[in-house]
């Protein structure tokens, strides 16, 4: 299908709506500006220039290809907005601002790549609007807009990572078109699970709630009443007869037939009932393609299992989850995020001899790249030894080593092979011999 936008025009169309896309994310700071800011004798609201400002950073963008001349053109759109808007006073700088933030936003909206964070951060915004809005009188008025617009703008972040999972997923970088039948599908699921979400916020999960609910009560009021017999009318009440010489008989309880028709018909029932649920389930059983047999059958293993006995060999590992792993894993993860990095690789910190050489060998390669050393970390490390002697002869800083020192680099090498490609732990190091080397190393 082609589009009916010519050729020249298209590329700025496709850019300013992506400068549009960028400035609605930011409508709950617009409006802010707009109440707040803006004095009440204007002849033009200020945010209707938004989009017209980004437009003339997109149509700016060829020839402000550096970022003072971004800057520049930005500060002076700004300029010219506020002054349309009346806005050239003190009050009206923030009105300047974000009309300068707006044209920026065109200015330099065809080099940003990953949108991802701004729609994050977008809908973030629009979160904590919605709650500040609605306490304060002079924006009450706004919360509608700000409702839609926020609705909107969450389709569109939906839209935009669904379509960049979509590009990954089929290593398509952005440079070709993706294939018709798999945009298309893709586009169906999302837009039906746009309705979906958005009959559901105007109230048809209540209704279905409701109907399921009715029909439930319907069904179980029947089954009594096909328990219980049919009802019958209330008797009309007579007027008070006079009182009569002889006692009132009392009612006679049913006799055995009755009893014994009662409970046969609640067997029946029952037994009906029961009918009914073994053919429904033989059916689903026959005709869903094997779902409820893997089921039953799966049900059934869990029934027959038993309990292994403890043994000091286990053949066969069935399930690879454990929770000791998982929450020493989740402390170390913690660990390296809350703590700083000064703090994390420090010499008192390595608890055995492997972490002792480990850590020499590190800082060691660190040395060597603060004196320029490019690290390259597909080498192994005598390769690795190999390439700095290499750089060192190269870039004539090669200097004669001591054969203390020599022989503590060729020390080290050899240590951290057996560090990094064996399980022993190094017994034969004691800790004075690794502090020993450090100091030669001057590390």
């Known amino acids: 299908m082609k589009s009916g936008l010519p050729e020249k025009i298209k590329p700025f169309a496709i850019l300013w709506l992506s400068a549009l896309i960028e400035c609605l994310l930011l ?14 004798g204007a002849a033009l609201r200020w945010i209707v220039l938004l ?58 909206t065809a080099s940003r790549k990953n949108r991802i964070w701004l729609y ?42 669904n379509s960049s999972h979509l590009r990954y997923s089929s290593l398509n970088g952005g440079a070709g078109r993706l294939p018709l039948g798999l945009q298309r599908h893709n586009r169906l699921f ?17 209704a279905l709630g409701q109907l399921l609910m009715g029909t439930a009560r319907a069904f179980f009021a029947w089954i009594s009443r096909l328990s219980s017999g049919p009802e019958e009318a209330p008797p009309e009440q007579a007027p008070p007869a006079e009182m009569q010489g002889f006692p009132m008989e009392e009612p006679a309880e049913p006799g055995l037939l009755s009893a014994i028709l009662n409970a046969g018909f609640y067997i029946l029932g029952a037994a009906a009932l029961l009918a ?23 049900l059934l293993s869990l029934l027959r299992r038993e309990t292994p006995a403890a043994s000091g060999y286990q053949d066969e ?15 170390q993860f913690l660990r390296s995020k809350l703590v700083p990095a000064s703090r ?15 850590w020499l060998y590190r800082h060691w390669l660190q040395a060597r790249r603060a004196e320029g050393y490019d690290v390259k970390t597909f ?40 560090a990094r490609y064996t399980d022993d732990d190094l017994p034969e190091l004691t800790e004075a011999e690794t502090a020993g080397i450090k100091e030669r190393l001057k590390l």
């Open 379 to 418: 080498l192994t490390p005598q390769e690795t030894a190999a390439d700095v002697a290499a750089w060192a002869s190269v870039q004539k800083r090669h200097r004669k080593l001591a054969a203390g020192e020599e022989k503590s680099h060729e020390q080290l090498l050899a240590l951290y092979n057996k």
């Open 27 to 40: 409508l709950p700071v617009w409006l802010v500006l707009q109440t707040y800011f803006q004095p009440d």
């Open 120 to 161: 994050i951060s977008g809908i973030i915004m629009y979160w904590i609007a919605t709650i500040v809005f609605a306490r304060f009188p002079a924006l009450q008025a706004e919360v509608p807009v700000l409702t839609w617009s926020g609705s909107l703008c969450l389709v569109l972040a939906l839209l935009f990572s």
């Open 51 to 108: 989009p017209v400002l980004a437009a003339a950073g997109v149509l700016l963008r060829a020839g402000c290809n550096r970022r003072w001349k971004q800057l520049l053109a930005a500060l002076g759109l700004g300029v010219l907005a506020g002054a349309l808007a009346g806005a050239l006073a003190l009050k009206g700088l923030p009105l300047v601002a974000g009309s300068a933030v707006c044209a920026f936003l065109g200015l330099t």
């Open 344 to 358: 994390r690789d420090r010499w008192e910190g390595a608890v055995d001899n492997r972490g002792r050489v480990r």
């Open 190 to 206: 999302v837009a039906g699970f746009v309705i979906l979400a958005a009959a559901l916020a105007a109230g048809g999960g209540r």
């Open 276 to 298: 009914l649920l073994f053919f429904a389930l033989r059916w689903l059983y026959r005709n869903t393609g094997g779902l409820l047999r893997r089921v039953v059958d799966k």
């Open 317 to 331: 590992e069935t399930s690879l989850f454990n929770w000791e792993q998982t929450v020493s894993d989740l402390r």
